[in-house]
């Protein structure tokens, strides 16, 4: 793993090997989300693609009261507003690209942003929860 983690560095000039307590605390930072600039923040977890984060960034980027961090290569978004003033336009942003977002943490007043592609999964558990299609869709 030293000689994976060697070659990282050697090809990356930015990379850098941590010590154990050092990667530990890096970790941490990341995992209990405190790279966002609010002490309660509201965080949507987004699938992300480079392309679509590419076309996402200007806009992301021009506005005070959002953070955002990528993870597993890009494939992750996470984004952080300091209050649910932003949502709406999240939302708009989120449709206009087809990308839907999901509330992990905080007070949003909404669970789900963007557009959300049905899958047969869903399908069926709807047909068998509601037959006569009674309740809107979630």
Request: aromatic content about 8%.
């Amino acid at each position: 793993v030293i000689g994976i983690a060697e070659d990282v560095c050697r090809t990356y000039k930015e990379a850098q090997l941590l010590e154990e307590a050092e990667s530990d605390a890096f970790w941490r930072s990341i995992t209990e989300m405190s790279w966002a600039e609010s002490e309660l923040p509201i965080i949507f977890k987004v699938p992300m693609t480079c392309e679509r984060f590419l076309a996402m960034q200007p806009a992301l980027g021009g506005r005070s009261g959002i953070s955002v961090h990528l993870s597993v290569a890009g494939g992750v978004c996470w984004i952080a507003l300091d209050n649910d003033g932003h949502i709406g336009w999240l939302d708009q942003q989120f449709h206009s690209l087809r990308i839907p977002g999901l509330a992990v943490r905080g007070g949003s007043p909404v669970t789900r942003l963007g557009s959300w592609p049905e899958s047969q999964m869903q399908q069926a558990i709807k047909q068998a929860m509601d037959p006569q299609g009674k309740y809107a869709k979630a």
